[in-house]
């Protein structure tokens, strides 16, 4: 069980939720950012892996609980605010983000558009078996 003040000390936003920066532990490239209710920070809490709020599926989830691409809690933080959490991830398989890139930042803004500068490691099909539309 969690202490309740662990979950009072964050400042839920006006649909009960906080925003989370997902870092890798080692290169602390940002992997994605996801929202949380406070059942998922309850989750994650407890067993040691990130579990998120799906915004789009209205639902708590488990990272990596179709893909296999769980992430490692190594370290959490809040802000002085306490209205966002750090997460320090060991992410497994390398890939983070829905589309199999590394992380979900990869498009830069260059030359006046947004352009892929990270490779895809495994197509969404190679992950899920088809194109995943249902991601945070």
């Known amino acids: 069980m ?12 006006e649909n009960g939720l906080v925003c989370a920066v997902v870092q890798d532990k080692d290169s602390l490239q940002v992997l994605m ?22 915004r789009s599926r209205q639902k708590q989830w488990l990272k990596g609980e179709e893909s296999g691409h769980k992430q490692k809690i ?37 030359q006046g558009q947004w352009m892929e500068t990270e490779k895809v490691i495994k197509t969404e099909t190679d992950i899920y078996g088809r194109a995943d539309s249902h991601h945070v």
């Open 33 to 54: 950012v996801a929202w949380l209710n406070a059942e998922a920070l309850q989750e994650t809490l407890l067993t040691g892996f990130a579990h998120y709020y799906s």
């Open 74 to 110: 190594h370290a959490i933080r809040l802000d002085c605010d306490g209205d966002a959490l750090v997460f320090l991830v060991e992410q497994e398989g390398g890939i983070a983000c829905h589309t199999g890139h590394q992380s979900c930042f990869y498009r830069c803004y260059q």
């Open 2 to 13: 969690v202490d309740q003040a662990v979950l009072e000390a964050v400042k839920w936003n």
